[in-house]
């Protein structure tokens, strides 16, 4: 894919960011802003910096937002000049509006002079100076914030960031490594780069992308979800989404969006945090079909078998039968032993033995319920071949995704192949019973039966 370059250069040196790198930079391509959700020193603003990077000659503008903050800090002083001549215009060389990667740390706790200017700034890419309305080169805003908003009149600044992307501390089996990764300098690496023609042509190129009635078909399911759940999406995010959908699409040189494509939604649907969980889950069972498997039956069945079986090797022979004296007297006569060949011999001659009509009887009933665990290995292994062969083929996808579809199809396959490894053990089980010398029994067991 011809974005891995940039996708790296954002990645290198840190840990577990991939979600968030791929995130930002697709924000970036869509013209789209994020919201990084996390605590203070998790990269966040070192991810609009490369970002910034990314692109050659592009103005970058950073501030920490707090409730004392005043407009001259973001937007630029009042021009003296124009105040002479009685216009009221801002001087903003260096300044948000002129910036087209800026990050706005503690964005939520800029007073209401402060986000109704940024509103209209982010949504129409435009800033009112004086009398003037003027374009803003803005390709991303990379807003942060411990929190999520909960004063309802934030709402409509939180919903202008269509991706929201939790950022939490490296985890404790990254630890080690967090304390021996140094971070990058320098410029980025000039395979990385995005030219602006780069990103007009990416954007044309994503308005010819079909939606496909597989993915409209998902979104239509993942809506049903949201109102089930009780999340609000607006309609404007639900075109913003598609759209999203859509340069992702197109950034694979693809012709339609692909259900894959999709990973992005517990981002962009998700309101709060703690429900990009629940959305995740959503994806991975709805689309990478990674979910437990349902052999419970199945896995009875074996289990009844395994007892049956140990209950006939060990059920002792006939009455008038007079092995289990003679198997006595062997013990006796080895000693604390049991390994004698002569305890086996007699061991063996101590039990019970089976007509071929009974043996038949059970192998057929074992091989019944092989040929059932067959069909769903077969499926099994299948599911998973093509899942994984998509999920690597798709470019964008998370590798710490990746390696979770990959883990739960592994051991889906692990489980079926371990029931037919047992069923196997079974069918020569029940074959390799001790036969009756003189088959002339037309005994023929009841079934096994266990709770389908």
């Given at each position: ?123 129409e890419r435009c800033f009112d100076n004086g009398q ?9 805003l990379v807003g942060a914030s411990n929190e999520v ?7 409509a600044f939180y919903d202008r960031f269509l991706l ?289």
């Amino acid at each position: 894919m011809r974005w891995t370059a940039a996708i790296d250069e954002l990645e290198r040196g840190l840990l577990q960011r991939d979600v968030a790198a791929r995130a930002l930079l697709l924000a970036a391509l869509a013209g789209e802003h994020v919201l990084l959700l996390g605590p203070p020193g998790t990269a966040k603003s070192e991810l609009a910096r490369r970002l910034q990077r990314l692109l050659p000659g592009a103005h970058y503008f950073e501030r920490l937002l707090t409730r004392f903050s005043v407009p001259e800090e973001l937007f630029g002083p009042l021009s003296l000049k124009a105040l002479e001549d009685d216009r009221y215009e801002r001087l903003t060389a260096g300044y948000l509006p002129s910036a087209e990667v800026a990050f706005l740390d503690e964005v939520f706790k800029a007073n209401s002079a402060i986000l109704n200017t940024l509103l209209g700034l982010l949504h129409e890419r435009c800033f009112d100076n004086g009398q003037h309305r003027v374009d803003v080169p803005l390709v991303c805003l990379v807003g942060a914030s411990n929190e999520v908003p909960q004063d309802e009149s934030l709402h409509a600044f939180y919903d202008r960031f269509l991706l929201r992307v939790p950022v939490m501390p490296v985890d404790d089996a990254h630890f080690a490594a967090l304390l021996q990764t140094a971070l990058p300098e320098g410029e980025a690496h000039p395979d990385a780069q995005l030219s602006s023609e780069s990103l007009q042509a990416l954007r044309a190129q994503a308005g010819r992308v079909r939606l496909g009635d597989e993915v409209i078909a998902l979104l239509s399911a993942a809506r049903e979800r949201a109102k089930h759940t009780q999340q609000a999406v607006s309609d404007r995010r639900w075109r913003q989404t598609a759209t999203l959908l859509q340069v992702q699409a197109a950034s694979r040189d693809a012709s339609e969006v692909s259900t894959w494509d999709t990973w992005l939604l517990p981002f962009t649907l998700a309101a709060d945090p703690d429900q990009v969980p629940g959305w995740t889950d959503w994806f991975l069972q709805t689309v990478a079909r990674a979910t437990p498997l349902a052999i419970d039956g199945l896995e009875r069945a074996v289990a009844a078998f395994e007892q049956q079986l140990d209950v006939e090797r060990r059920a002792p022979a006939d009455a008038q039968d007079d092995s289990a004296g003679k198997l006595a007297l062997a013990r006796a006569i080895a000693g604390p032993s049991s390994e004698s060949e002569l305890v086996r011999i007699t061991s063996e001659r101590a039990h019970r033995r089976y007509g071929a009509l009974h043996i038949r009887a059970r192998v057929a009933q074992v091989a019944e319920v092989q040929q059932r665990l067959g069909a769903v290995q077969d499926e099994v292994h299948a599911t998973a071949g093509v899942v994984l062969a998509q999920a690597r083929a798709h470019g964008w996808l998370p590798p710490s995704w990746m390696a979770r579809i990959e883990a739960v199809h592994t051991q889906r396959c692990a489980q079926v192949d371990a029931l037919a490894a047992r069923l196997t053990e079974l069918h020569e089980g029940f074959a390799a019973l001790p036969r009756l010398a003189e088959d002339t029994s037309d005994f023929v067991p009841t079934p096994v039966s266990w709770q389908a």
